[in-house]
């Protein structure tokens, strides 16, 4: 009995090593005027297949993505890095900066250094560059990719919003309104002052960028570009009408996967989520990430 258990620990071990040396990683600074952000350049050891660049959901997010005890960015990071995949993720600017406010827009905050870092890494000589944005940063994919149609190939939409901000915002606070047991006056209420908040210069931003209608002008310019879209259906703030929407905007121009029992960031919950949710650490869906890989590595249609 001792004999199969110390063969087991033997098995984890080499298990972990051969996990822990299946990347590396290095400090990379995404420089776009006088912004510098600090990132992380995750390498498999072998021979790099592709590259992702991944761009954050809303507010200050460092380069994890971190959630609670989840690192949702890096988590992804290391599992593409086994099968290939190097990528880059970066603390965001207003995580760095500590800023925002009237004159600072999405474009600001989000767009402009993805599209920096995918053409810093382009002239550091990696090509097949994809760029993953994360709930507010699938959103504005389809702003990214228009900007760095020189750069990227493709793109992975998520968990991203199709509708605006502002109605997301509605969305999400109606549903938590209702497990709090809230009236409709007071979730109206909570809902106004949320939106009476926000700067002035991201009101007009979202009232004058609609995502679906900019995906479809982007594709129909660069039909070389390969598209995706994953979604769980037990996401409170990202839904199945978001889904819905990207797939009819989309339709045979894109690859789409669409679990039913997956959170905003990718992990299998028994229920539709709550925020408390967060504070549990949980993993990544392998079959989601499995899709993912699968795609970005696909040849692509002539």
Not at 207 to 215: C, G, K, L
Not at 233 to 254: C, E, I, N, P
Not at 271 to 292: F, H, K, R
Request: one cysteine or more.
């Amino acid at each position: 009995m001792k004999r199969i258990l110390l063969l087991l620990l033997m098995l984890l071990v080499n298990g972990a090593a051969l996990t822990a040396s299946a990347f590396t990683e290095s400090d990379f600074v995404v420089v776009n005027g006088a912004h510098r952000l600090p990132g992380t350049l995750c390498l498999p050891d072998g021979d790099v297949r592709a590259m992702v660049v991944f761009v954050h959901g809303s507010g200050p997010q460092d380069r994890d993505e971190t959630l609670g005890p989840n690192r949702f960015f890096a988590s992804l990071a290391h599992a593409f890095a086994a099968e290939g995949i190097a990528s880059l993720r970066y603390d965001k600017r207003t995580f760095v900066e500590k800023r925002a406010g009237e004159g600072f827009t999405y474009r600001e905050e989000s767009v402009d250094d993805a599209v920096c870092a995918a053409r810093l890494l382009h002239d550091a000589g990696y090509r097949d560059i994809y760029i993953a944005g994360h709930s507010l940063g699938g959103h504005l994919v389809p702003l990214i990719m228009d900007d760095a149609r020189e750069w990227a190939a493709g793109a992975v939409i998520l968990s991203g919003n199709a509708f605006t901000l502002v109605e997301c915002i509605r969305t999400q606070v109606k549903y938590l309104g209702k497990q709090q047991g809230l009236s409709d006056a007071l979730i109206q209420s909570s809902i106004d002052r949320m939106l009476a908040a926000l700067p002035e210069s991201y009101v007009t931003f979202d009232r004058e960028y609609n995502a679906v209608q900019t995906a479809a002008r982007v594709l129909k310019d660069n039909p070389r570009q390969r598209w995706m879209v994953v979604q769980g259906g037990h996401d409170y703030q990202v839904t199945f009408a978001d889904y819905s929407q990207w797939v009819m905007t989309l339709g045979k121009r894109a690859t789409f996967h669409y679990a039913p029992t997956l959170d905003h960031i990718l992990r299998p919950l028994p229920a539709m989520a709550t925020p408390n949710d967060y504070a549990q650490e949980g993993e990544v869906s392998a079959e989601a990430i499995a899709a993912i890989t699968a795609f970005i590595l696909a040849e692509p249609a002539e």
